[in-house]
T-cell receptor, first 109, second 115 residues
Framework: GQNIDQPTEMTATEGAIVQINCTYQTSGFNGLFWYQQHAGEAPTFLSYNVLDGLEEKGRFSSFLSRSKGYSYLLLKELQMKDSASYLCAVGGGSYIPTFGRGTSLIVHP | EADIYQTPRYLVIGTGKKITLECSQTMGHDKMYWYQQDPGMELHLIHYSYGVNSTEKGDLSSESTVSRIRTEHFPLTLESARPSHTSQYLC??????????????FGPGTRLTVL
């Protein structure tokens, strides 16, 4: 099975940088996903890491260390619209992602 | 923008009713999924499909059934709805050929209330 742990809630200031951590334990690993979910809406894909290292995509970056069972999502130049829940999901042996509870990010002016 | 659709978007029904939640995608994806999500909680996988005539149960037993007769269509049926089924139901698909094979695209969801 899989166990995914991420902080429940984080707050940050507009324009700042925030790092959302995710640790996982899994039997079989086929990649780690980050999704963004605004309240009342469906999740939207942000990133997918299958190899160790940092993947950068605009203001968002995602890092993976498979040996440590650890990933983080880095958000730069925070905007108010970045207030959302950020879901870490791990693809197991069957490639079916298992989702964590998500981290609710609140961005203040 | 993802081409995955769910109907109805909102549904309020009485206990014991049989309901079907519809999900269709026009991306030709082979994999499709149904998730249940309560407010502030994680997504729980109910059913998934690897392709036509393939269906598997997920981690959450929700007393529902699915079918996959066509690639684009993956309906979810509750034979007898109960108040415990009140939740948001999200359909997703994956399997694109443009380098996004593992990325899941989600539909807008169906918010179900069982009285």
């Amino acid at each position: 099975g899989q166990n995914i742990d991420q902080p429940t809630e984080m707050t940050a200031t507009e324009g700042a940088i925030v790092q959302i951590n995710c640790t996982y334990q899994t039997s079989g690993f086929n990649g780690l996903f980050w999704y963004q979910q605004h309240a009342g809406e469906a999740p939207t894909f942000l990133s997918y890491n299958v190899l160790d290292g940092l993947e950068e995509k605009g203001r968002f970056s995602s890092f993976l260390s498979r040996s440590k069972g650890y990933s983080y999502l880095l958000l730069k130049e925070l905007q108010m619209k970045d207030s959302a829940s950020y879901l870490c999901a791990v693809g197991g042996g069957s490639y079916i992602p298992t989702f964590g509870r998500g981290t609710s990010l609140i961005v203040h002016p | 923008e993802a081409d995955i659709y769910q109907t109805p978007r909102y549904l309020v029904i009485g206990t014991g009713k049989k309901i079907t939640l519809e999900c269709s995608q026009t991306m030709g994806h082979d994999k499709m999924y149904w998730y249940q999500q309560d407010p502030g909680m994680e997504l729980h996988l109910i059913h998934y499909s690897y392709g036509v005539n393939s269906t598997e149960k997920g981690d959450l037993s929700s007393e529902s059934t699915v079918s996959r007769i066509r690639t684009e269509h993956f309906p979810l049926t509750l034979e007898s709805a109960r108040p415990s089924h009140t939740s948001q139901y999200l359909c997703a698909s994956s399997g694109g050929i443009a380098g996004d094979y593992n990325e899941q695209f989600f539909g807008p969801g169906t918010r179900l209330t069982v009285l």
